[in-house]
């Protein structure tokens, strides 16, 4: 506002001064256009008549082609004529007169008379062929020119309020829809940095104040979920833990009590010691990983490979818990298939992971079909299999880490996370296609190329 008001009244005030020398400079032309006929005449018939001069005539004479009062004087300054009878003072010695006794033209403005009246004056050298005589000064009074430009003052003056007025209003207007708006956030965002997440920011306008509220909304539900999804997966985790640990520890107790003689009993009891310790170290391995590959700090090991010899030894691997199952695992290979470039450690364990899912969400019976297959960029190996499915609300979060179905075998949720990662670094994709009570394929590609991240 500060700056508005300076500049409208620096306007204003250039603008009058500019009104008024514009009138002034008129007045001047047209007073020094009198004056200048004036000086020739006298120069060239009044000064060559040898009788004397009646000055008080000439004045008359003069003032009758012009709206101005005429003075005359002699070339001391003092009065000669006053085309109006003023002979209030007979010397004259405004400054104009000086000059223009020394030869030169010149223009005052100040006041006279009683009441003080605004005056300007222009006065001009009378000259004959032996040189200055006097001087004729032209003098017109102000008041109309004054009332003029009060008017105009008062008009830019209105003017500059009334902009003042509208400007205010909208600063008014956009400090209710901005900045009121923005400390609003202020304090909303500070509750949120003092980590009150349940906070939901209020959007008032649909501008782009209102749009960061929306955006700052999303990222609060993300904060949210991800926080709700962190407990969940503390919770499962102690839980997956727990289950070991509390076979480990009764099967300790039991065989240690002196009734324990009998070797079969004993060999049970180690085998589930031994198994469920495994299956702790693999779950805290997982953990590992998932911790690494979140972190961004997993390196690959890249080698030629064979894909088709990897799937093979997976095969071979899984096929007796397969059997178990009564699962058929078919391969439909392709031969002479192109070698890629990969970790063939990290890509058992992306293969591995979706066979045991397959394995663990098919129903005795089923059938896992592995296909490989070579594209111009790259390979394709294809993992299908006859089971449960994926529920179609699940399906697209189902590469998330922590995210498990409600099926009864679901883990951790990690296992696929973890397999999107290393995929992603090898510069491949995952992608999983599923329909409820039919089956599930899930496509692996791996580029030939080398764009891979981190090697
Ligand atoms: N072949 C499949 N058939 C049916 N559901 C599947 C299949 N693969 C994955 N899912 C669903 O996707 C979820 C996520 O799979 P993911 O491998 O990430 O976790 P998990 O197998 O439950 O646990 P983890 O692999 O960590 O032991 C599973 O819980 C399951 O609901
Ligand atoms: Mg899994």
Not at 388 to 410: E, M, R, T, W, Y
Request: hydrophobic share 40%.
């Amino acid at each position: 506002m500060a700056v508005i008001i300076i500049t409208i009244f620096a306007f204003e005030a250039f603008l009058i001064i500019f009104v008024n020398s514009f009138y002034i400079n008129n007045i001047k032309d047209i007073l020094l256009k009198q004056a200048i006929s004036a000086g020739n005449f006298y120069h060239d018939y009044i000064s060559t008549q040898s009788t004397d001069i009646n000055y008080q005539e000439l004045a008359i004479s003069l003032a009758q082609s012009s709206n101005a009062e005429v003075q005359i004087t002699d070339k001391t300054g003092k009065l000669l004529a006053d085309s109006l009878w003023n002979y209030e003072s007979t010397k004259i010695d405004t400054p104009d007169i000086k000059v223009a006794l020394t030869g030169q033209t010149e223009v005052w403005q100040g006041y006279t008379g009683m009441p003080p009246e605004a005056v300007f004056s222009l006065s001009y050298p009378l000259k004959t062929r032996a040189g200055i005589t006097g001087a004729v000064r032209y003098i017109t009074s102000l008041t109309d020119v004054k009332r003029v430009i009060g008017n105009i003052t008062k008009i830019l003056l209105a003017a500059g309020i009334a902009i003042l007025f509208v400007i205010a209003l909208i600063g008014l207007f956009l400090s209710r829809t901005i900045v009121n708006p923005v400390k609003k956030l202020i304090e909303q965002t500070e509750e949120i940095a003092a980590g009150d997440y349940t906070i939901r920011l209020t959007k008032k306008y649909d501008d782009e104040i209102g749009a960061l509220s929306d955006t700052m909304n999303h990222m609060l539900e993300e904060i949210n979920k991800n926080d709700r999804l962190k407990n969940e997966f503390i919770s499962s985790i102690s839980h997956e833990l727990r289950t070991p640990l509390t076979a480990i520890n009764g099967w300790s107790i039991t065989l240690r009590r002196p009734e324990m003689e009998d070797k079969e009993s004993i060999d049970h009891g180690l085998d589930i010691i031994e198994k469920e310790s495994s299956r702790l170290s693999s779950l805290l391995e997982e953990l590992l990983d998932f911790s690494k590959l979140s972190s961004g700090k997993i390196t690959l090991h890249l080698e030629p490979l064979n894909i088709n010899d990897t799937v093979t030894s997976i095969k071979d691997q899984m096929i007796p818990r397969a059997q178990r199952q009564n699962i058929e695992i078919l391969m439909d290979l392709e031969q002479g298939i192109k070698n890629i470039k990969a970790d063939p450690d990290r890509l058992k364990q992306v293969l591995i992971n979706i066979l045991d899912n397959s394995l663990k969400f098919t129903e005795k019976g089923g059938r896992i079909y592995i296909r490989t297959e070579t594209t111009d960029r790259g390979i394709i190996v294809q993992i299908r299999d006859t089971g449960i499915g994926i529920d179609s609300s699940v399906l697209p979060v189902a590469k998330k880490k922590f995210c498990k179905g409600n099926q009864k075998g679901a883990g951790s949720g990690i296992g696929l996370a973890i397999c999107e990662e290393i995929v992603l670094l090898h510069g491949g994709k995952l992608n999983i296609e599923s329909e409820l009570q039919k089956g599930t394929e899930v496509s692996v590609f791996l580029p030939f190329n080398d764009a891979v991240t981190n090697c």
